[in-house]
């Protein structure tokens, strides 16, 4: 087989690769490690940026988005025995959230590659990565049973955290920045009303969070150590303790009911710099992880992608390389934004295994602080709205 561009990974950032290059007239191809059901079914993000909203609206991937997710203005931060807050995204900049699942997403992207008649192949195997500082890459892989090989220009490299494609770059030629936290998100989605706001919790118990699909679909979020098993939770374990970590008055808003998914995520901080070696482009979550806390993991997949089918776009129309060459540094300057204020929002809002009186001190001031403050919070807001996709460095006809 051959293409202009191979896409290893139909997550998020693969799927979305797939479908703009294609509206550009680039031909490519996915390959997936997993099935189709497997992708549709993980329940991951929810929180969209205005940039990523506007995105998907620009490449016509939008309209159920529009329909069912919910626009939010910001998010509210509660803390034991204080009074809660409301980050105002709207109000300093003028930019708003959606609340649309991952799930949905991935839903919308599947179907409009079926509807271009993508070639997207899942359950690929032994997938390898070959020749990328010539010209002419290719991958090599097992598809039902077959030994195959995918020639190409470039290889996008969009198969997440545990994926081949970083791995694929030298080691001696990448660089990489590491925080693990010692706890992870137990979560739960339930077919219950969600609160109001996008609530996240600061309890002596742990961190809690209270999220939403939509007018009927909630998402809640404990803090738990490192080495929970969900089979530890019960649903009712799983509200008895979420409730005791939000003030009296939202918790017994909280409508319960029973869990329709479950499961933990660990958190971690990680980036790959380089974004690039020779043909091999990584975009997502294989080359950077950020801890839920900011919701910005998908974003900056959606942001990865923008800058590499611009740069691909712009090589295909223009033979232009400028854009390719600068992809990592560019791509990066987003990421870091991120990734500091997913760890600022970690670092405030958990409570740390073995942290000192100290710690705890320092962490109750900055709360007050941005309680108290119109410039941190104007501050605050401006991270945790993303920043704007920056212009391009050079004229794409
Ligand atoms: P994905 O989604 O992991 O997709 C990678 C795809 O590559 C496939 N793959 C391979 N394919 C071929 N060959 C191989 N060797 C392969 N190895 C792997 C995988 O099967 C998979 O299909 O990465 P991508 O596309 O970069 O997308 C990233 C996002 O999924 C991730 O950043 C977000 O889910 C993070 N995240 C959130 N992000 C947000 O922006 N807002 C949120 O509200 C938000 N909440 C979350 C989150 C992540 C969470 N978890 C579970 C980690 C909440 C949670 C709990
Ligand atoms: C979610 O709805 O899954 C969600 C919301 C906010 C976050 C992380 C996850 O910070």
Same mark, same amino acid.
């Given at each position: 087989m051959k293409t202009q561009v191979a896409i290893i990974g139909a997550g998020p950032a693969g799927m979305l690769l797939c479908e703009i290059l294609s509206q550009h007239g680039i031909d490519c191809v996915v390959l997936e490690k997993h099935s189709r059901a497997h992708v549709l079914e993980r329940i991951r993000a929810g929180v969209l940026e205005q940039s990523t909203v506007e995105l998907l609206r620009q490449y016509g991937l939008g309209q159920r988005m529009d329909q069912e997710g919910h626009v939010h203005d910001g998010m509210k931060i509660v803390w034991a025995g204080r009074e809660s807050f409301f980050i105002d995204v709207k109000k300093h900049l003028g930019k708003q959230f959606m609340a649309y699942g991952q799930t949905n997403i991935q839903e919308d992207l599947f179907l409009a590659a079926e509807q271009r008649g993508a070639k997207v192949l899942t359950q690929v195997e032994n997938l390898q990565l070959m020749? %990328? +500082? *010539? &010209?002419h890459p290719h991958v090599t892989f097992t598809h039902n049973g077959d030994a195959s090989r995918l020639d190409c220009d470039f290889i996008a =490299? /969009?198969? =997440?955290?545990?994926?081949?494609s970083r791995q694929s770059i030298p080691p001696h030629l990448r660089e990489e920045f590491e925080k693990e936290y010692p706890f992870g998100w137990l979560g739960i989605l339930s077919q219950t009303p969600p609160l109001r706001d996008i609530t996240y919790a600061n309890h002596p118990r742990g961190f809690a969070l209270a999220s939403m699909r939509s007018p009927t679909l909630s998402r809640y979020y404990i803090q738990v150590p490192t080495g +929970? %098993? /969900? !089979?530890?939770? *019960?649903d009712d374990r799983f509200w008895s303790e979420i409730k005791s970590r939000f003030p009296k008055e939202m918790a017994d808003e909280m409508v319960t009911g029973k869990s329709i998914e479950k499961s933990i995520a660990p958190l971690r901080s990680y980036v790959c !710099? &380089?974004?690039?070696?020779g043909q091999l482009f990584l975009a997502g979550d294989a080359a950077h992880i950020v801890p839920p806390t900011g919701a910005k993991g998908l974003n900056l997949a959606v942001s990865d992608v923008f800058y590499l089918s611009r740069a691909l776009t712009a090589f295909y129309r223009q033979g232009m390389t400028q854009l390719l060459d600068e992809y990592s540094e560019t791509a990066l300057r987003r990421v870091w934004s991120s990734v500091r204020i997913s760890w600022y929002l970690t670092n405030l809002l958990h409570r740390f295994p073995g942290g000192s009186d100290f710690d705890q001190r320092a962490q109750e001031h900055e709360l007050d602080y941005l309680k108290s403050s119109h410039h941190a919070q104007a501050a605050l807001a401006e991270q945790y709205a993303g920043l704007a996709f920056e212009s391009s460095s050079a004229p794409i006809t």
């Open positions: 020749n %990328l +500082t *010539s &010209t =490299g /969009c198969d =997440g955290f545990h994926g081949v +929970t %098993l /969900c !089979e530890e939770w *019960s !710099e &380089t974004m690039r070696h």
